[in-house]
């Protein structure tokens, strides 16, 4: 009984950071090396953990922009409709373009918010 009541706690406390929300370094010290392979890297099976981490982050956002909208808040990046989205690799690379400081202590769902504001800035007319 205290042999499963350990594994129940060493679980639940390993899975605590990525609910917590990952850190844009952290998905980037997993990201790069497997970029970094090419085309062999897709067949590391890290990858639907980070494509899985990078989707969670992406409808957070999402659900964000349609809140601040709902409540008659600006927009925090202003991407035309007809535009498509950004390459996998273009996000990483950008990703990768933010100052190390904020790579640390920024979310991956605020970073790429960040990301998408600084290529999609919003104009006030």
Known sequence: MQRLLLCAMIVT????????GQTVAGFLD??????DQGVLGMLSPEVPALRAEAKAAV???????D?????????????PADEPDPSVEEMVDALADLPE???RALSLKDGIVRVMARMYPCRRR
Do not use: V
């Not at 997993?30 to 970029?35: N, V």
């Not at 409808?59 to 922009?65: L, P, S, V």
């Not at 809140?67 to 991407?79: D, T, V, W």
């Open 30 to 35: 997993r990201a790069m090396p497997i970029r």
């Open 101 to 103: 400081r904020q790579q």
């Open 13 to 20: 406390f390993a899975a605590a950071p990525a609910a917590a």
């Open 67 to 79: 809140a601040r909208r709902a409540a008659g808040k600006p927009p925090l990046y202003c991407k």
């Open 59 to 65: 409808r957070q956002m999402r659900a964000e922009r």
